[in-house]
């Protein structure tokens, strides 16, 4: 099975920038599409960002215009970059990817907290 994992969260000021990384246990390029999500506690995952195997992005209102997600092929990592941050983006962030063959998988989460 292929494995996703998050890393990069931490704490930071509103107004603040971080980047999240997600790591795949198989070439990036080998996902049909890699998405983050995130999750507050009493409340579904949302989607935040997502990109396709050929580059297609898509991003949720909320974070349009200030989020980014890109490929990093030589770290094998699809990237978030969160800029301009609010402390309503304070979650558990989670990478999702399907695979070509192996299918679907989550990484564990990484937490932001942003504090005002």
């Known amino acids: 099975q292929v494995q996703l994992m998050e890393s990069g969260g931490g704490l930071v000021q509103a107004g603040g920038s971080l980047r999240l990384s997600c790591a795949a246990s198989?070439?990036?390029?080998?996902?049909?599409?890699i998405q983050w999500y995130r999750q507050v506690p009493g409340k579904q995952r949302e989607l935040v960002a997502g990109?396709?195997?050929?580059?297609?992005?898509e991003y949720a209102n909320f974070v349009k215009g200030r989020f980014a997600i890109s490929a990093d092929n030589a770290k094998n990592t699809v990237d978030l970059q969160m800029n301009s941050l609010k402390p309503e983006d304070t979650a558990a962030y989670y990478c999702?990817?399907?695979?070509?063959?192996?299918?679907?998988?989550w990484g564990r989460g990484t937490q932001l907290t942003v504090s005002s």
């Open positions: 999702y990817g399907f695979h070509f063959v192996g299918g679907s998988s």
């Open positions: 198989e070439s990036i390029s080998s996902f049909i599409y």
């Open positions: 990109r396709t195997r050929e580059g297609a992005t």
